[in-house]
Antibody
Framework: QVQLVESGGGVVQPGRALRLSCAASGFTFSSFGMHWVRQAPGKGLEWVAVISYHGSNKYYADSVKGRFTISRDNSKNTLYLQMNSLRAEDTAVYHC?????????????WGQGTTVTVSS | QSALTQPASVSGSPGQSITISCTGTNSDVGGYNYVSWFQHHPGKAPKLMIYEVSFRPSGVSNRFSGSRSGNTASLTISGLQAQDEADYYCSSYTSSSTWVFGGGTKLNVL
């Protein structure tokens, strides 16, 4: 079955960097767009970024633009989120999600998430 | 990228029907058919309930239905059951090639 497993979360100081990974299985990873979505403690879901199936198109939420970079390695069935210049407000559970098609149809399958805590 | 507007909470008794609204603009909800609804139990992965405004994924109960009028999308749950109690989020593709979520609605089954 389709499965997404995130990793790489942890506690990091403000201003530092962290890279999240999302291992995909059970579907043809290279045929679908992929998203990152986060949920801060006590808050709702917030879309972070999306990458097209071939990796050429990438779009970001204003709140992370210029600091976060989404990428993928289709040979490894893995999605990444490089997070630089982290802020306290980036503290959240980060989920990766598969798109129904390239990147415009919306998320269908989600991972359980990995927790990022930005604190000194 | 303003969040879509959802009611903070809705309530209903078992067997009743409820509707959750999701209001955006003609740059998101009203401009594209890419509106989705998710059910989220805390600590679990969100589950897709409706995509492209009104389509149900395989395995989702036909008690869940989606619709749209202008810039407002709606999720209706009929025959409420205790296990429907969860947070519900709408999301939409936008004219900026980004995605936006609603603030979430907590469904209480009395």
């Amino acid at each position: 079955q389709v499965q997404l497993v995130e990793s790489g979360g942890g506690v990091v100081q403000p201003g530092r960097a962290l890279r999240l990974s999302c291992a995909a299985s059970g579907f043809t990873f290279s045929s679908f767009g992929m998203h990152w979505v986060r949920q801060a403690p006590g808050k709702g879901l917030e879309w972070v970024a999306v990458i097209s199936y071939h990796g050429s198109n990438k779009y970001y939420a204003d709140s992370v633009k210029g600091r976060f970079t989404i990428s993928r390695d289709n040979s490894k069935n893995t999605l990444y989120l490089q997070m630089n210049s982290l802020r306290a407000e980036d503290t959240a559970v980060y989920h990766c999600a598969k798109d129904l098609d390239d990147f415009t149809y919306g998320m269908d399958v989600w991972g359980q998430g990995t927790t990022v805590t930005v604190s000194s | 990228q303003s969040a879509l507007t959802q009611p903070a909470s809705v309530s209903g008794s078992p067997g009743q029907s409820i509707t959750i609204s999701c209001t955006g603009t003609n740059s998101d909800v009203g401009g594209y058919n890419y509106v989705s609804w998710f059910q989220h139990h805390p600590g679990k992965a969100p589950k897709l309930m409706i995509y492209e405004v009104s389509f149900r994924p395989s395995g989702v109960s036909n008690r869940f239905s989606g619709s749209r009028s202008g810039n407002t999308a709606s999720l209706t749950i009929s025959g409420l059951q205790a296990q429907d109690e969860a947070d519900y989020y709408c999301s939409s593709y936008t004219s900026s090639s980004t995605w936006v979520f609603g603030g979430g609605t907590k469904l209480n089954v009395l």
